[in-house]
């Protein structure tokens, strides 16, 4: 069993930044693939960005290269989105996600959900 708590989300303007956390217990967090993920009203969930266990590779959607940044540090148990030149189609509960297999992530799919925590990027 793997707990995930998102935070950080919030209400920003076109152009900025924000930082997201995502804090894990309950079994060891270092041994897991971690990502974010996103759904938007009336869509569906959307990959945004993928870290493997060791932080040696990086994966994200074509949408958000260049702007947003997946990190990790294991001795805190936590994974971030750095979001950055925010955008207001970003909008979206941004999910934090973990599986044992990177490329599960990847392809959508995770053994392990947060609850979600809102972005909203005004115009």
């Known amino acids: 069993q793997v707990q995930l708590v998102e935070s950080g989300g919030g209400l920003v303007q076109a152009g900025g930044s924000l930082r997201l956390s995502c804090a894990a217990s309950g079994r060891t967090f270092s041994s897991y693939a971690m990502a974010w993920f996103r759904q938007a009203p009336g869509k569906e969930r959307e990959f945004v960005a993928a870290?493997?266990?060791?932080?040696?590779?990086?994966y994200y959607a074509d949408s958000v290269k260049g702007r947003f940044t997946i990190s990790r540090d294991n001795a805190k148990n936590t994974v971030y989105l750095q979001m950055n030149s925010l955008k207001p189609e970003d909008t979206a509960v941004y999910y934090c996600?973990?599986?044992?297999?990177?490329?599960?992530?990847?392809?959508?799919?995770?053994?392990?959900w947060g609850q979600g925590t809102q972005v909203t990027v005004s115009s």
């Open positions: 996600a973990a599986d044992t297999a990177v490329w599960v992530l990847t392809n959508g799919r995770a053994d392990y």
């Open positions: 870290i493997t266990w060791s932080g040696g590779n990086t």
